[in-house]
C-alpha cells in the first residue's frame, strides 16, 4: 500500500503542469461557460424543470457523446506519455516499488482525473443554474432541485466510461506512438456513438458506446410527477465494470511479462 501512495503522488508531481491534468480543470469550465453564455441569450422562460434539463442537457450531449470518450483517450496517454517521452519505464520498473504498484497508481490517477473532471461538471452546471437564474429572475432555477438527479447521472457517466478508460490505458502503455491508441480509440468512438444511437440491441456490449447509452437512459419516474430516474445499475454499466477488471488485471499481466519500453 505504501508504494502504490508514493506511486500515486509520484504521478500528481510529475503531470501537474501537463495538459492533461489541466484538461480536467479547464474543460468543464470552457463549456459549463459556453452553455451559460448560450442559455443567457436565448433560454426562454419556461417550468423550472424544464430549464434545467435543457441546461443540464446541452452540457450533457457535449459531453457524454464525443467530448467524454475523447478525453479519456486523451487522458490515458498523457498519464503514460511522460515515461514514453523520457525513456524512464525500465528505470520505474527497477524502483524497490512492486510493478503492480506502479501499474496500479498510473491506472487509478488517471481514474482520478477523469472523476474530477465529471464532478467539476456535475459542481458547475449546478452553480451555473442557480447563477442563470439570479441574472436572469424570471427564470425560476431554484424552484426545482435537480442536485440529486445530476449527481447520478455524472455517477453513471463515470461509471461507464471505465471500460474505455482500461482499455485505452493499456493501449497508450503498451504504445508509445500517440497516433495507434488514438486512432483506435477514435474509430471506436465514432462506431460506438453509431450503435448507441442506431439503438443497435447488442451496443451495451460496446464500451465505446456506453456514455451515449448512459445519457439516454434516463427515464421519468413512475408514479411521481415532475420526476426523473437516472437509472444508474443497468446492464450497460455491469458490462463497463467488468469490461474495466478484467482489461485491467489481463494488462498487469500482460505488463508483467512484457519488457514496457
Not at 515515461?83 to 520505474?92: M, N, Q, S
Not at 456506453?210 to 413512475?222: D, E, K, N, T, V
Request: glycine share 6%; proline share 4%.
Amino acid at each position: 500500500m505504501t508504494g502504490f501512495i508514493l506511486s500515486f503522488r509520484s504521478e500528481f508531481y510529475k503531470s501537474r503542469k501537463t495538459l492533461g491534468f489541466w484538461c480536467a480543470i479547464i474543460l468543464p469550465f470552457i463549456i459549463c461557460s459556453l452553455v451559460l453564455w448560450g442559455s443567457y441569450t436565448h433560454v426562454k422562460p419556461a417550468p423550472p424543470m424544464i430549464l434545467w434539463l435543457e441546461l443540464a442537457g446541452a452540457i450533457l450531449n457535449v459531453m457524454g457523446i464525443l467530448l467524454l470518450p475523447m478525453y479519456i483517450i486523451f487522458v490515458a496517454y498523457s498519464v503514460n506519455s511522460i515515461e514514453h517521452k523520457a525513456d524512464t519505464w525500465k528505470t520505474l520498473f527497477s524502483l524497490p516499488i512492486s510493478k503492480w504498484s506502479v501499474y496500479a497508481a498510473k491506472y487509478f490517477y488517471a481514474l482520478f482525473l477523469v472523476l474530477l473532471c465529471l464532478l467539476l461538471f456535475a459542481v458547475l452546471t449546478l452553480g451555473y443554474g442557480y447563477l442563470l437564474g439570479a441574472l436572469r429572475p424570471e427564470l425560476k432555477f431554484s424552484d426545482y432541485v435537480i442536485s440529486s438527479l445530476l449527481f447520478q447521472v455524472y455517477l453513471k457517466l463515470f461509471l461507464s466510461s471505465l471500460g474505455i478508460l482500461s482499455i485505452q490505458f493499456l493501449l497508450s502503455l503498451l504504445w508509445s506512438d500517440f497516433l495507434k491508441p488514438m486512432g483506435v480509440g477514435f474509430v471506436c468512438t465514432i462506431a460506438g456513438a453509431i450503435a448507441g444511437g442506431s439503438h443497435w440491441k447488442y451496443a451495451y456490449l460496446f464500451p465505446y458506446s456506453h456514455p451515449l447509452l448512459a445519457i439516454s437512459g434516463i427515464s421519468p419516474r413512475q408514479g411521481r410527477a415532475m420526476a426523473f430516474d437516472a437509472n444508474v445499475w443497468n446492464k450497460e454499466i455491469f458490462v463497463s465494470l467488468i469490461i474495466a477488471v478484467v482489461v485491467f488485471i489481463v494488462g498487469y499481466f500482460i505488463v508483467e511479462k512484457r519488457s514496457v519500453k
